[in-house]
């Protein structure tokens, strides 16, 4: 069946072309949220955290953050750098 493009944006082409009234349709966008009284979001805003590292690996060497070791590769453990031995697994 051939539909018109006209019948899915709220209105007919006739009503469209006569000013006549159209469908009551809410335009506003389903990710729109709700301001308060001084202009600013009423929902609290999200915090979030910067993304880390698991794992890090310097061609040089660099220091465990427990052992003082020179490694190459070092894994994220209670947020320092520590090599494969100081690694709590």
């Known amino acids: 069946m051939d539909r ?9 082409a006739e009503s469209a072309e006569s000013g006549g009234e159209t469908d009551d349709v809410d335009d506003t966008p389903e990710h729109a949220t709700e301001t308060g009284e001084n202009g600013t979001d009423s929902k609290p805003s999200l915090t979030v955290n910067p993304a880390e ?3 890090d690996w310097t061609p040089g060497g660099a220091a465990c953050g427990a052992c003082e070791s020179t490694v190459e590769r070092r894994w994220r453990d209670d947020g320092r750098l520590v090599c494969i031995d100081c690694k709590n697994w």
Not at 4 to 12: I, K
């Open 4 to 12: 018109s493009l006209d019948e899915f944006v709220g209105g007919s």
């Open 53 to 55: 590292s698991t794992m």
